[in-house]
């Protein structure tokens, strides 16, 4: 079993950035992809960015160029670095481990899910 703890939502005004972070538990972290999706009110769940094990990503063209995720396998914890936010960003953001370590958009595919962090931005 493997508990992700998303942090570092917040409130922010448009244009300004945010960085948050997934931390794991468990010795197979370094093993999974991750993946960071996103699910504002009254819509599905929506991919933002993916990782896998060996720093390989994929971000949805929403959020190019504004969004890097990365991760540090020796802390066991994925950031999700968001610049130049925009009021449409807003949503609850959730961290999500692959044990395929398939880099992947399809949320049906991620194993482990964390609780979410609500991301907020203001025009």
């Known amino acids: 079993q493997v508990r992700l703890v998303e942090s570092g939502g917040g409130l922010v005004q448009a244009g300004g950035s945010l960085r948050l972070s997934c931390a794991t538990s468990g010795d197979t972290f370094s093993t999974y992809a991750m993946g960071w999706f996103r699910q504002a009110p009254g819509k599905d769940r929506e991919f933002v960015a993916a990782?896998?094990?060996?720093?390989?990503?994929s971000a949805a063209d929403s959020v190019k160029g504004r969004f890097t995720i990365s991760r540090d396998n020796a802390k066991k914890t994925v950031y999700l670095q968001m610049n130049s936010l925009k009021p449409e960003d807003t949503a609850v953001y959730y961290c999500?481990?692959?044990?395929?370590?398939?880099?992947?958009?399809?949320?049906?595919?991620?194993?482990?899910w964390g609780q979410g962090t609500q991301v907020t931005v203001s025009s």
């Open positions: 999500a481990a692959d044990s395929s370590n398939y880099v992947s958009p399809r949320a049906s595919r991620y194993d482990y």
């Open positions: 990782i896998s094990r060996g720093g390989i990503t």
